[in-house]
């Protein structure tokens, strides 16, 4: 992905989205962010547009696309995705419009506790699944996130898509680099996140991969 390319983000103004917008501008690239409200992204910058909207209000998917490179997805609503999977629903339209744009790059964030498709959690994620995460009433991010990956790995082989099962954990400083893995996954900062994010977009590697992501030793 070239610098001056524009990344079509969803999720901007979240605590994750944020950083990688920042990221991406000090990248040189331009940035496209569909937003509910502008003023939560207190962020200025002649290469940033800002567009008021979400995805279930029935947003141009194919103006927002003209033009870009890629796209990057950070949404979750704990509450819209408790009663419906709102996400899946939206990356099924999404994906058809990417290909009516020629727009072939798509990274999807997930959470650690997203089982990969037709796969099993490792033990231990397995359990704060059914302990801490079930008690915090966001079990349904998970099964929805579930329902977005069984789409891209069935329905969409055309598009060159990255899932990230993120461990997210807090809003502090930097604690270090974080790389693939499949069967552990590291509590990051949100910063780290995003660095993740735009490192995985561009990695022919990490291509079609649903990987958890840890801290480098």
Known sequence: MSSKSTILVFG???????????????????VRALVRDPAKLAIRNPNLDLRQGSIVDG?????????????????????????????????????PAMRRQDVKKFLYQAGGATKPYKENLPFGTWLLKNTLVRMSGLLGQHRDNEAVIEYLV?????????????????????KGTLVRSKDRVSMASFVDTATYNYNALNDPAAVHTYDMSVYKR
């Open 59 to 95: 947003a141009n998917l194919d103006e927002l696309l003209e033009g870009a490179e890629s796209v990057v997805c950070m949404l979750g609503d704990a509450k819209m995705q408790s009663k419906e999977n709102v996400n899946t629903a939206f990356v099924k339209k999404l994906i």
């Open 154 to 174: 069935e329905e969409a082989p055309d598009i060159d898509w990255v899932v990230h099962r993120a461990g997210i954990f807090s809003d502090g400083p930097s």
């Open 12 to 30: 901007g103004s979240g605590r994750t989205g944020r950083h990688f917008v920042e990221i991406a501008l000090k990248k040189g690239h331009k």
